[in-house]
């Protein structure tokens, strides 16, 4: 069984891990509201997607 010889050093496990962190959302200004989404998606908050309105939005029912 392979057992490690000696004990790895915290500098050098982090070094290891620096490349483990999850990426940031990525958003864009939705341009008829203002409030954040993600690129290429409906609107959470106005339902316009392209300019246009496609479904109205969850607050207005």
Not at 9 to 20: A, G, N, Y
Request: aromatic share 2%; charged share 30%; proline share 5%.
């Amino acid at each position: 069984m392979a057992v490690p010889k000696k004990k790895v050093s915290k500098s050098r496990r982090d070094k290891r891990r620096s490349h483990h962190a999850l990426p940031r959302a990525n958003v864009v200004e939705c341009e008829n509201c203002g409030e954040l989404k993600r690129p290429h998606h409906l609107c959470t908050a106005c339902g316009n997607y392209g300019g246009r309105e496609v479904t109205e939005a969850a607050g207005t029912v």
